[in-house]
Structures are given as C-alpha cells and as structure tokens.
C-alpha cells in the first residue's frame, strides 16, 4: 500500500485545498495519472499517482484544507494485477459490469452521480438547513463544484413556503458576530477595532438584508474572487493606505521606446511603457530599500530580493505574478520576463513558485478611461504604483532659461503605502525617484 501525501506545491505553500477528486475509491490508475485537484492561495494543481494499482482508500473529502505531507489517499499497487483479469470478465458479461460498476458509493465528498446522497457544503450551512427545514438534497449548489451555500439554503427556505419563514435570520446572525470577533482578534488585537462583517456592518450600523427580485442576478463568488476579496479587506484594514500622486513627461521615454521598439519586436520582445515603468521602479527600489520591506509584529524587515510583481488581468480573475531578482535584470530582461509571466498567466500555466515572495507591485489597469487611482497594496508589502492612462497634454518646457509650450505624452502615476513604516517624505522621494528617470528617459536599452 503507497500512501499519497500533499506534495510541497511552492516556496511558500504549506497547504492546499482538495477542490476536486477525479477518481473514486476501486478505480485503478496509470502512473502520473491525475488523481485530484488541489486549490491553493496561488494556483490550482494536479495531484498525479506516483504508481500504478487501484485505489484503495480516500482520506479526505472535497473542500478539505491539508497541510504539506497530510495523507490525502492510499492506492493498493498489488492490485495492479488484477486489473487485466478484472477487464476481461467485465468484457464477456457486460449486464453484470453495469450493476457492478453503478453499486460503489462516492468517494467521500466527490461530486460523483449520486450527489444527493451526500451534498456537499459546509457544517454551518447544513445547521441552517435542519433549522429552516430544507432538505439539503433538493437544493441546487450555485457554489465551487456544485457546493450548496447559505445562500442557496435561504433562497430554498423562502421558496418552499407563501410565508416569509423569518426562522433561519435568529441563526444567522450569530455567525457574523463571531467572525467579527475573530478578525477583531486575528487582525488588530491589542485595539480593540472590530472590522466591518461583509454583507452586516459595524455594531451600530446593519446593512439592509437583500431581497430578491424580478431581473436579479444572483453571481456567486468564484475560488479566485473569494481569496481576492479577502485579501483587499484584510489590507485596508490592516495597512493604513496613504496615496500621492506625480505628473509623468513621457517624452524622452517615448523617443527611447520608438527608437528601439522594432528592434526588440523582432527578438520576440514587447517594448511597452509598462517595461519601462518597471525598470525604473526597480531602479527607485534599490536607492529607497524601506520600499522593499514587510512589517512584522513590532518591527519590519527590508528585504534583499527584488522580486516585481506585475498585475496580470486573465479570463479568470487579476492574478499577480513576481519578476525574481528584478534589480539584476536590464531593461530587455524585464520587458522579456512580463511578455513570459502575462503569457503564462492568460493561458493558465502561471505557478505557484510565480506568485510568491512578490516585494513591491506595479499595475497597469489599462490605457482607456484612467486618469489615475490608489491602488491596495497586496500584502504583505508596503507599497504599489499604479499607471495611469497616457494622454497626450499641453506641457511647459525649459531650454536656456527660457519657457516654451510644447505638447507631449504625459501620465500620472499613484503611489499607496504603508504609513506604518512610511512617511511622506520617504514616499515623495521614491516617487520623483521613478517620475525623473522616465521624464529624463535614462535607460540602457
């Protein structure tokens, strides 16, 4: 028997989630067959056998968080043999094969046929279900792979009586209340602030309940757009933001970039203003170290590694994958390294190595209806720049002492910190940092 543990699935992952089980309990599989899916904060992975046989035994349910080396299954390799033999008697007889085969169960948790025998959802969701009187297999899971929500209780519980059956509301509300408590705890304990419970509100303060209505689109959170959520509350709350905000003259840098543009196109590299924003800000970075940093609990680290996060939008969400050791890379490396990361990333093949130990990010939200905004910073780091759209404006330019007009491309670029560590000064000074090498246009391309 060959026990399958939960591989180390990046630098900084130390658990994952089981998403999805692609194989029940009898079957018998390939070597680096795909057994299951695990979802982390990073990416999602396949699980695949590390040996040939039939497995034995499923450990653990869809929706399980397992640490690295937690057992996840057992595959029995002895029974490989039996396999061959197995598959020609199901060959002769194939009436028995069919009942034979639709006799297993599900394996624990699996979104197999027989979802109804074992709906998957949450403890708290199935309480409220036993307390509105909803039968968990008559209710249609709108969650990840089928999972019944809260939500999807209510709308059942609402549903199935003419009267507004107000039972279920007295056992919700304690459940906000506690995880008020424990972000309380978990986030600012020595303050005694309690955050605002998403869809409730502070103490005083009750967010009205929603009701639904004719032409209402109900959109339940992707895996991505959960973690995503959770992440940008957890850093407004956590990081208190500050935002300041410089005129970019864009013209030496454009000169530079059409200059050398076709040249780099036909090395199969992109010359954008994003490469050049980058390089710069990691030039900003290693003149202001603070920048690079993380806090800790009564102090803060300024970190050796330059690794530049790089904001990509992808069919599936803003993830943000990390150039390792920016600061070491000229200018062509950094442009080469996003053309690498955003092409990974919109197909699908993005790591979860490639979004770890991210130390400072730049976002590109796009080029149309952008004048600028404060971007939140991605935790655990301190600060990010944000671009803004490129338009071109009307700019005063000295030459001999002597004042003209002329008009150039020209964009704002907004800066959020971290004003736990630092101050304004600090922050004005990496910011007209990066705003003077691009207005100066020096770059060795």
């Known amino acids: 028997m060959v026990d399958v543990r939960m591989p180390q699935l990046g630098e900084s992952v130390l658990e994952g989630t089981v998403s999805r089980w692609l194989v029940r309990e009898g079957d018998f599989v390939k070597r680096e067959q795909p057994l299951l899916e695990v979802a982390t904060d990073k990416a999602d992975t396949e699980i695949p056998a590390p040996i040939a046989g039939r497995v034995a035994r499923i450990v653990?349910?869809?929706g399980t968080v397992v640490a690295k080396e937690g057992l996840l299954c057992q595959i029995d390799e002895a029974a490989q043999g039996e396999a061959q033999a197995t598959a020609q008697r199901a060959s002769a007889p194939p009436a028995p094969v069919e009942t034979r085969s639709a006799a297993p169960a599900p394996a624990p948790g699996s979104n197999g046929h027989d979802e109804s025998a074992r709906p998957l959802t949450s403890p708290s969701t199935k309480k409220l279900a036993r307390e509105s009187g909803v039968d968990l297999r008559d209710v249609h899971g709108t969650g990840d792979h089928g999972r019944i929500t809260r939500d999807d209780v209510m709308r059942a519980a609402h549903g199935a009586s003419a009267e507004p059956a107000p039972a279920p509301q007295p056992s919700a509300a304690p459940q906000p209340a506690s995880t008020a408590a424990e972000l309380s705890q978990l986030i600012q304990a020595s303050g005694g602030f309690v955050p605002p419970v998403p869809g409730v509100g502070y103490g005083a303060y009750k967010v009205p309940p929603y009701s639904p209505k004719p032409g209402d689109k109900v959109v339940p959170f992707s895996r991505r757009r959960r973690i995503t959520a959770d992440h940008m509350v957890y850093s407004k709350v956590t990081s208190p933001h500050v935002v300041t905000v410089a005129e970019v003259d864009l013209h030496e840098t454009s000169k530079l970039r059409d200059l050398h543009?076709?040249?780099?196109?036909?090395?199969?590299?992109?010359l954008t203003f994003l490469s050049f924003i980058c390089a710069a800000a990691v030039r900003a970075?290693?003149?202001h170290p603070e920048f690079n940093a993380r806090v800790l609990e009564n102090s803060y680290v300024v970190l050796r590694d330059v690794n530049l996060g790089v904001a990509v939008d992808t069919p599936g969400g803003l993830i943000v994958p990390s150039i390792k050791h920016a600061d070491e890379l000229s200018l062509r490396?950094?442009?080469?390294s996003i053309d690498e990361l955003a092409g990974r990333a919109k197909s699908g093949k993005i790591t979860a190595d490639d979004l770890a130990n991210t130390t400072f990010t730049v976002s590109n939200p796009g080029l149309k209806g952008n004048l600028f905004g404060g971007a939140i910073i991605s935790q655990p780091n301190v600060g990010i720049l944000r671009m803004g759209e490129i338009k071109k404006?009307?700019?005063?330019?000295?030459?001999?002492?002597?004042?003209?007009?002329?008009?150039?491309p020209v964009m704002f670029l907004a800066l959020s910190y971290d004003h736990r560590i630092i101050d304004g000064v600090l922050a004005n000074s990496f910011l007209w940092r990066v705003t003077d090498i691009l207005t100066r246009g020096e770059f060795e391309v």
């Open 60 to 62: 653990v349910a869809e």
């Open 261 to 270: 543009k076709d040249e780099f196109k036909r090395a199969g590299v992109s």
């Open 285 to 287: 970075l290693r003149e």
């Open 333 to 336: 490396g950094i442009a080469r």
């Open 393 to 408: 404006r009307v700019v005063v330019v000295t030459k001999d002492k002597e004042d003209s007009i002329a008009i150039h």
